[in-house]
């Protein structure tokens, strides 16, 4: 059950727009569209912020977005603020079972 | 308002085993899957299993086939984890999760999380 690949970590100034990559394989990211992205601050339980690869579910800022391009997801966020900083997981589907992210901590310089 | 609540901490023996449970309210709990994921302290998220309330079908991550039974009782609207054959690995902070679909149309992801209940395993 091998993790989907995330950089470590991705920082950038307030207004500046990141995008976070999310690599799987042609049994997952690269073949179907259910891909999903979660929020976490410290302490806190995941939150969703995208889902079947770029929909945003109700409340959620439309300065998140999500893209696919074969076997690679990438959430982008824009105009980034400070309450942005937190760890963030990607998840697809893989044969039956969801599979995570190695996850990403976002800083705001 | 959709709510998931979990039951307390515990601390349990490598060997033993521990019953995580989630109470669900604000929607009918048999129309849409409870998942289960896991963190370990300072580690990244990981899939457990999920159940089908209403049916009591399950589908466990292949690294806990043999080791986790999902259960449900729909009279109480009530998710149940168990986990056996402990180890210090195990000590994580669980939480179940709501599908983001109703059945018959799971989206493999949860828009709805319980507050996550700390198992410790240790001698």
């Known amino acids: 059950q091998s993790a989907l690949t995330q950089p470590a970590s991705v920082s950038g100034s307030p207004g500046q727009s990141i995008t976070i990559s999310c690599t799987g394989a042609?049994?997952?990211?690269?073949?179907?569209?259910?891909v999903s992205w979660y929020q976490q601050h410290p302490g806190k339980a995941p939150k969703l912020m995208i889902y079947?690869?770029?929909k945003r579910p109700s409340g959620v800022s439309n300065r998140f977005s999500g893209s696919k391009s074969g076997n690679t997801a990438s959430l982008t966020i824009s105009g980034l603020q400070a309450q942005d900083e937190a760890d963030y997981y990607c998840?697809?589907?893989?044969?039956?079972?969801?599979?995570f992210g190695t996850g990403t901590k976002v800083t705001v310089l | 308002q959709v709510q998931l609540v979990q039951s307390g901490a515990e601390v349990k023996k490598p060997g033993a085993s521990v019953k995580v449970s989630c109470k669900a309210s604000?929607?009918?709990?048999?129309?849409?899957?409870i998942h289960w994921v896991r963190q370990a302290p300072g580690q990244g998220l990981e899939w457990v299993g999920r159940?089908?309330?209403?049916?009591?079908?399950?589908n466990y991550a292949q690294k806990f086939q043999g080791r986790v039974t999902m259960t449900r009782d729909t009279s109480i609207s009530s998710a149940s984890m168990e986990l056996t054959r402990l180890t210090s690995d195990d000590t994580a902070v669980y939480y179940c999760?709501?599908?983001?679909?109703?059945?018959?149309?799971?989206?493999?992801?949860?828009?709805?999380w319980g507050q996550g209940t700390l198992v410790t395993v240790s001698s």
């Open positions: 999760s709501r599908d983001g679909g109703r059945i018959g149309n799971s989206g493999w992801y949860t828009d709805y």
């Open positions: 604000g929607y009918t709990f048999t129309g849409y899957y």
């Open positions: 159940i089908n309330p209403n049916s009591g079908g399950t």
């Open positions: 042609s049994s997952d990211v690269g073949g179907y569209y259910y």
């Open positions: 079947d690869v770029s």
């Open positions: 998840s697809s589907y893989r044969s039956s079972e969801a599979v």
